[in-house]
Nanobody, 121 residues
């Protein structure tokens, strides 16, 4: 059974930065593409960023391009999301997921429990 555990969320002022981490159990982490999604209250879950198995390719939602960066460390079975220039509209629960680097949630097979990010104005 694969487990994904997010950490690093919190409360930050607009313009600030946070770094989210997602630690994966199991020995096959390096075989899989990974993604980050977020869900704000009353809204659907939306794609944020994705990365391929080697880290050579990344994919971002237009709303975060130039501000967020996804990366991974396969030796640590961990994927990261560096979030800079945060805006109040970035407030959401952030989830990591395994299986793709694309935008559709159904392309991912395992999900973490989520970590709350709150950006104050």
């Amino acid at each position: 059974q694969v487990q994904l555990v997010e950490s690093g969320g919190g409360l930050v002022q607009a313009g600030g930065s946070l770094r989210l981490s997602c630690a994966a159990s199991g020995r096959t982490f390096s075989n899989y593409d990974m993604g980050w999604f977020r869900q704000a209250p009353g809204k659907e879950r939306e794609f944020v960023a994705g990365i391929n198995w080697s880290g050579a390719f990344t994919n971002y939602a237009d709303s975060v391009k130039g501000r967020f960066a996804i990366s991974r460390d396969n030796a640590k079975s961990t994927v990261y999301l560096q979030m800079n220039s945060l805006k109040p509209e970035d407030t959401a629960v952030y989830y990591c997921a395994r299986g793709s680097m694309l935008t559709r949630a159904r392309q991912y097979d395992y999900w973490g429990q989520g970590t709350q990010v709150t950006v104050s104005s």
